[in-house]
C-alpha cells in the first residue's frame, strides 16, 4: 500500500509563501500521476495542480496559476507545491494524491491525509 504524506502547512500572513512536500513511501512517481488538492471549509474538495507522470507535464487550476508551481524530485519520492503571493482565499487542507493520470479527485488512487494551511493576517 502506497503511503503519501503530506508536510509544510502553516499559519502566515497575505502575500506569503509556502512550499508543501507529498513523501511518498516507495517509488511511485514513474508511475502515477501527482495531483495536489485542496479543501477549504464548507467546500468540496478541488484540483489545484498536477505532474503527469508521463512526461512532467503540469497543470495548475485558473485560480493558482502563475503563483503556484509543483515540481517532484524522483530519488526522493518527493513532489513540491511551490505557493507564492498568498491570499486568504487559500485557506484549506491540503491534500496530494497519486493516480493513473491528471484527473479528478475520483480517478486519484492513494491520498495523504493532508496539511493544512491558514493565510491570515
Known amino acids: 500500500q502506497v503511503q503519501l504524506v503530506e508536510s509544510g502547512g502553516e499559519l502566515l500572513q497575505p502575500g506569503g509563501s509556502l512550499r508543501l512536500s507529498c513523501a511518498a513511501s516507495?517509488?511511485?512517481?514513474?508511475?502515477?500521476?501527482i495531483g495536489w488538492f485542496r479543501q477549504a471549509p464548507g467546500k468540496e474538495r478541488e484540483g489545484i495542480s498536477c505532474i503527469s507522470r508521463a512526461d512532467g507535464t503540469t497543470y495548475f487550476t485558473h485560480s493558482v496559476k502563475g503563483r503556484f508551481f509543483i515540481s517532484r524530485d524522483n530519488a526522493k519520492n518527493t513532489v513540491y507545491l511551490q505557493m507564492n503571493s498568498l491570499k486568504p482565499e487559500d485557506t484549506a487542507v491540503y491534500y496530494c494524491?497519486?493516480?493513473?493520470?491528471?484527473?479528478?479527485?475520483?480517478?486519484?488512487?492513494?491520498w495523504g491525509k493532508g496539511t493544512l494551511v491558514t493565510v491570515s493576517s
Open positions: 516507495e517509488v511511485i512517481l514513474d508511475y502515477y500521476s
Open positions: 494524491a497519486a493516480g493513473p493520470a491528471c484527473s479528478g479527485p475520483s480517478s486519484m488512487v492513494f
